[in-house]
């Protein structure tokens, strides 16, 4: 069975630091365009960030750049997000999304994933 995995979330304080992993079974990430989404309560979920399968190209939504850093590890089959100076306003529920062997660009359309994962919690509060 096919899945997507997240792990790293949790509760820091503002200004802290967080790094996310999105590890996969059933399928490699390697080459597939991989996306974070957030959802913050009474919002529309909204890309973070993207690194393509076809040339690890990176996408960041312009309040998470500078802070936040996508990247892969394929022999951990694992994409990770690195999130630094962590704002209040980062607080949601952060998910990696895997997009179909076609569709190799970054930013991903949530139209275009074809594997969700389950979702991690970030709280930033003090």
């Known amino acids: 069975q096919s899945q997507l995995v997240e792990s790293g979330g949790g509760l820091v304080q503002p200004g802290g630091s967080l790094r996310l992993s999105c590890a996969a079974s059933g399928f490699t990430l390697d080459a597939r365009t991989i996306g974070w989404f957030r959802q913050a309560p009474g919002k529309e979920r909204e890309e973070v960030s993207c690194?393509?399968?076809?040339?690890?190209?990176?996408n960041y939504a312009d309040s998470m750049k500078g802070r936040f850093t996508i990247s892969r590890d394929n022999a951990k089959n694992t994409v990770y997000l690195q999130m630094n100076s962590l704002k209040p306003e980062d607080t949601a529920v952060y998910y990696c999304?895997?997009?179909?062997?076609?569709?190799?660009?970054?930013?991903?359309?949530?139209?275009?994933?074809?594997?969700w994962g389950q979702g991690t919690q970030v709280t930033v509060s003090a």
């Open positions: 690194i393509s399968g076809r040339d690890d190209t990176t």
């Open positions: 999304a895997a997009a179909s062997l076609v569709y190799r660009l970054c930013p991903l359309s949530q139209a275009s994933v074809s594997s």
